[in-house]
């Protein structure tokens, strides 16, 4: 599979929302580089999502699923928010993801 976006330092996101049923999460991010810190958010696609989180579980922290947010509408719709630093326990930086489906939009 060929990698659409890679960030080669290093990544700490903060926080992730998403409607269900949508194709994409934003993800309020920090882009870590040596000279600089980023805070942007980032619409990334949901295998994405999973692959930060299947990174992050096999660092050895564990996801805690009752710490996440769940904000639901009368028509069914319903908006899933979550920080890291309450799902995992701590905000954790990711060093050399590569994300594998398209960035949609990257917002300084």
Known sequence: MNTIF???????VNEVSYETGDNFV????????????????????????NRIIAKIVAMGHEF???NMSRLDFQDGT?????????VFGENIV???????????????
């Open 26 to 49: 934003t993800a309020y991010c920090e882009i870590i580089m040596p000279d600089e810190t980023i805070n942007t958010q980032l619409i990334i696609s949901h295998s994405d999502l």
């Open 64 to 66: 805690n699923i009752d």
């Open 94 to 108: 990711l060093e050399n993801f590569q994300f594998n489906q398209a960035i949609k939009q990257i917002r300084a």
């Open 78 to 86: 319903e908006i899933i928010d979550y920080k890291f630093d309450n």
């Open 6 to 12: 890679s960030i080669y330092n290093k990544i700490k």
